[in-house]
């Protein structure tokens, strides 16, 4: 069962406009999300986090909402830039008592163009 | 510059040979991770190491084993390469503690399995 669901594969985006990335999830117990961002033949980059105990998290243009009663997240990029053209990860984590806890649950990605 | 070091950048290699990717940190992190790319299913969760000496199994472990020696080193070893783990491996540290893990990655080793 797929935890963190990103549901469009690709998104293409003018330049200066805004670029909404979306994601989904269902265990509960998730108490952190990130973004990632991924170029080709480069391993991923940390973006951008947020707690769940907040809704809103901005770093310069980016943004990472949070609906914990919909159990969604959106990264919006504003505006977009040639750029940020990569493929776009969202992960999850759930802090526990366990061994496995911490670890990173990943989305299966959006690849965002942004056209000049 | 501080971070991921991984080995090979890409190897091609015969079906039932014996592999090891690979990765040193100079991060002093305390934890290590592999994870594979595959095409449509995203980044998976191979082996992770929350500390030197201890290892535990991801969402995808069959046919692969880690150890964890030293703080620096997490070498991923494939006994019986098959086909199927045709894939870009990303191996990747994090501090763990208060706040989000927040992991770096290393810049991958493509594998293909003939």
């Known amino acids: 069962d797929q935890q963190v669901k990103q549901n469009s594969p690709s998104l293409s985006v003018q330049e200066g406009r805004i670029s909404i990335l979306n994601c989904d999830y269902t265990?509960?117990?998730?108490?952190?999300f990130l973004w990632y961002k991924k170029y080709p033949a480069e391993g991923p980059t940390f973006l951008i986090s947020?707690?769940?105990?907040?809704d809103k998290n901005e770093d310069g243009r980016f943004t990472v909402f949070l609906n914990k009663s919909a159990k969604h997240l959106s990264l919006h990029i504003v505006p977009s830039q040639p750029g940020d053209s990569a493929v776009y990860f969202c992960?999850?984590?759930?802090?526990?008592?366990?061994?496995?806890?911490?670890?990173?649950?990943f989305g299966k990605g959006t690849k965002l163009s942004v056209i000049p | 510059i501080a971070g991921i070091t991984q080995a090979p950048t890409s190897q091609i290699l015969a079906a039932g040979r014996r592999m090891t990717l690979r990765c040193t940190q100079d991060?002093?992190?305390?934890?290590m991770y592999w994870y594979r790319q595959d095409l449509g299913l995203g980044l998976r969760l191979i082996h992770y190491?929350?500390?030197?000496?201890?290892?535990g199994k991801g969402e995808v472990p069959d046919g692969y084993s880690v150890s964890r020696a030293n703080t620096d080193d997490f070498p991923l070893t494939l006994a019986s390469a098959v086909p199927s783990q045709t894939s870009v491996y990303f191996c990747?540290?994090?501090?763990?503690?208060?706040?989000?893990?927040?992991?770096?990655f290393g810049a991958g080793s493509r594998l293909t399995v003939l």
């Open positions: 990747a540290s994090s501090e763990l503690g208060a706040g989000a893990n927040v992991l770096t």
């Open positions: 265990n509960s117990m998730f108490d952190y």
């Open positions: 947020i707690s769940s105990i907040k």
């Open positions: 992960a999850a984590s759930a802090r526990g008592s366990g061994a496995g806890s911490y670890q990173l649950t």
């Open positions: 991060m002093r992190h305390n934890a």
């Open positions: 190491s929350n500390t030197a000496g201890t290892t």
